[in-house]
T-cell receptor, first 116, second 108 residues
Framework: DAGVIQSPRHEVTEMGQEVTLRCKPI?????LFWYRQTMMRGLELLIYFNNNVPIDDSGMPEDRFSAKMPNASFSTLKIQPSEPRDSAVYFC??????????????FGPGTRLTVL | KNEVEQSPQNLTAQEGEFITINCSYS?????LHWLQQHPGGGIVSLFM???GKKKHGRLIATINIQEKHSSLHITASHPRDSAVYIC??????????FGQGTRLTINP
């Protein structure tokens, strides 16, 4: 398997523009997570899905952020309008529940977002 | 106070030294994870454990549930072990809460 795939790897945009980050989880994984990493706050969970349904979005900073998972193989994280403080590395990760036990999460390579 | 605390924040050692990174948590957990983040930015899961000890090559992870403490040990450290090591705990279903990370540098 190719692992978790994220695109784009780098995004530079201007304040006020819409940004869409994309993620393809590992096939067969039923959990998908979006994380944000900054120097100040480290890694933070933004939202996670189970079987394409959002379970916990309490980490989403504000209404400018939205995430969707239209099917088991694709998810998007959208920021509209973007602000300089959104500059960070955004990671997508996936995992599966097997035999009633939780498994490790597999991380994508991340998208480095810079908002000017 | 953060729910997950790591120490030290930075660690520099010579090749071959035995390395210990500590993690303490203050919340109930279903599992604890050790992650490795290399300078290129990629994150790899090293261990997930809920009790006892796990070993993979030169890496050993232990957890003491009663004391809410975990340690990551690296034996015979090598410059390629230089990375940020992140402790994270699973609360409830699958929600991860992260420590601030420990930056490890191994000099040749």
């Amino acid at each position: 398997d190719a692992g978790v795939i994220q695109s784009p790897r780098h995004e530079v945009t201007e304040m006020g523009q819409e940004v869409t980050l994309r993620c393809k989880p590992i096939s067969g994984h039923d959990y998908l997570f979006w994380y944000r990493q900054t120097m100040m706050r480290g890694l933070e969970l933004l939202i996670y899905f189970n079987n394409n349904v959002p379970i916990d979005d309490s980490g989403m900073p504000e209404d400018r952020f939205s995430a969707k998972m239209p099917n088991a193989s694709f998810s998007t994280l959208k920021i509209q309008p973007s602000e300089p403080r959104d500059s960070a590395v955004y990671f997508c990760a996936s995992s599966r529940l097997a035999g009633g036990a939780y498994n490790e999460q597999f991380f994508g390579p991340g998208t480095r977002l810079t908002v000017l | 106070k953060n729910e997950v605390e790591q120490s030290p924040q930075n660690l520099t050692a010579q090749e071959g030294e035995f390395i210990t990174i500590n993690c303490s948590y203050s919340v109930g957990i279903s599992a604890l994870h050790w992650l490795q983040q290399h300078p290129g930015g990629g994150i790899v899961s090293l261990f997930m454990l809920s009790s006892g000890k796990k070993k993979h090559g030169r890496l050993i992870a232990t957890i003491n549930i009663q004391e809410k403490h975990s340690s990551l040990h690296i034996t015979a450290s090598h410059p390629r072990d230089s990375a940020v090591y992140i402790c994270a705990v699973t609360q409830g279903a699958q929600k991860l809460v992260f420590g601030q990370g420990t930056r490890l540098t191994i000099n040749p």
